[in-house]
Antibody, heavy 121, light 112 residues
């Protein structure tokens, strides 16, 4: 069955970086985009960007441009999200989600369980 | 950026009764390919969001047929024909026409 399993919770100091992984299984990894969406405590959902798992092409929300890097390793069917220069505003649950690269539209049919990143001094 | 709004933001429901959530976008979500790029998600307490509706009116695999999506252009509606207790949570619409994809603020549905 399709699964996206994310790495565990992280606690970081302001100014540091965090790298979250998203291990995919149960489907052809290279046929899907991986998107990253975050959710601050008690808040709504915010799209950060996507990576094409085959080509490695990326698209980032302008808000995160220069601070976020999406990568993937097809040999281990894993996508990564690295966010740098962390501030307390980056405290959030970070989700990965897949989207069929070849279907019309964009929709996230499977999600990871979320990774809580806490930024605190 | 495309701005998404939802109403109401809070919706107390009675099991067995219908419910409806409205979503509006600041510009048309009609793609040149004829599809409308609007999706709906439900986030149950303590869980990741789950896909309900894609391309405005297509029910995702495994989603009960009491859920339906409609609308076009800038105005969309999610309807639940008969609410069940398991339907509580926060419902989000999201536009996926252009990046950055933007979500509505969410509608919290709970049992009255």
């Amino acid at each position: 069955q399709v699964q996206l399993v994310q790495s565990g919770a992280e606690v970081k100091k302001p100014g540091a970086s965090v790298k979250v992984s998203c291990k995919a299984s149960g489907y052809t990894f290279t046929g899907f985009h991986i998107h990253w969406v975050r959710q601050a405590p008690g808040q709504g959902l915010e799209w950060m960007g996507w990576i094409h798992s085959n080509s490695g092409d990326t698209r980032y929300a302008q808000k995160f441009q220069g601070r976020v890097t999406l990568t993937r390793d097809t040999s281990v069917t894993t996508a990564y999200m690295e966010l740098s220069s962390l501030t307390s505003d980056d405290t959030a649950a970070y989700y990965c989600a897949r989207d069929d690269s070849y279907a019309p539209g964009t929709y996230f049919d499977y999600w990871g369980q979320g990774t809580l990143v806490t930024v605190s001094s | 950026d495309i701005v998404m709004t939802q109403s109401p933001l809070s919706l107390p429901v009675i099991p067995g009764e219908p419910a409806s959530i409205s979503c509006r976008s600041s510009q048309s979500l009609l793609h040149s390919n004829g599809y409308t790029y609007l999706d709906w998600y439900l986030q149950k307490p303590g869980q990741a969001p789950q896909l309900l509706i894609y391309l405005a009116s297509n029910r995702a695999s495994g989603v009960p047929d009491r859920f339906s999506g409609s609308g076009s252009g800038t105005d969309f509606t999610l309807k639940i024909s008969r609410v069940e207790a398991e339907d509580v949570g926060v419902y989000y619409c999201v536009q996926v026409l252009q990046t950055p994809y933007t979500f509505g603020p969410g509608t919290k549905v709970d049992i009255k």
